[in-house]
């Protein structure tokens, strides 16, 4: 057990969902230090979401924001935050003309890259800390909490 993680007043360990909540402010605390040493000072981790549902050649702003799980507003609000700062662009959706897709720029992609290399580095590194089996293991009962939570 992580000991500064541990409340000697209590007779059980700490909740799972305690040291999950712990792993991954970590690992986002990480990623924001990263992305500013690589020149994205202005992004922060919970803008991640969005960068993994956008599709390359672009996506509505309704489909981001159900498939990020975020309500349309925001969603808006993260749009505009990235739009402002050369990170997306708006364009017309060819299948209808009334609707706008969001794409990711040159620098949005260049943030994507940042972004990758710090999360394999740290799966890299958790590979080698508690062994590759392990890790897979983790994220099959993670995957499985995901999907059948209720």
């Known amino acids: 057990m992580v000991k500064h993680l541990t409340n000697p007043l209590r007779e059980r360990p ?3 969902g305690s040291l999950l909540s ?3 402010q970590r690992l986002t605390a990480k990623l924001d230090r990263e992305l500013a040493a690589a020149g994205f000072a202005d992004l ?3 803008h991640t979401p969005l960068f993994m549902v956008i599709d390359p ?3 509505r ?10 309500t349309k507003q925001a969603m808006g609000e993260q749009l505009t935050y990235l739009l402002d700062r050369g990170y997306l662009e708006r364009l017309p959706d060819p299948s209808d003309g009334r609707a706008k897709l969001v794409r990711l720029t040159e620098r949005g992609w260049a943030a994507v890259a940042a972004g990758e290399a710090v999360v394999n580095a740290f799966d890299a590194w958790l590979d080698d800390e508690v062994g590759a089996d392990q890790v897979q293991a983790t994220r099959r009962l993670l995957g ?3 999907e ?3």
């Open 14 to 16: 700490l909740p799972l």
């Open 22 to 24: 712990a792993a991954a």
């Open 44 to 46: 922060r981790s919970h």
């Open 57 to 59: 050649a672009g996506t």
């Open 61 to 70: 702003p309704s489909d981001l924001a159900r498939r990020a799980h975020l």
């Open 144 to 146: 499985h909490v995901i």
């Open 148 to 150: 059948h939570s209720p």
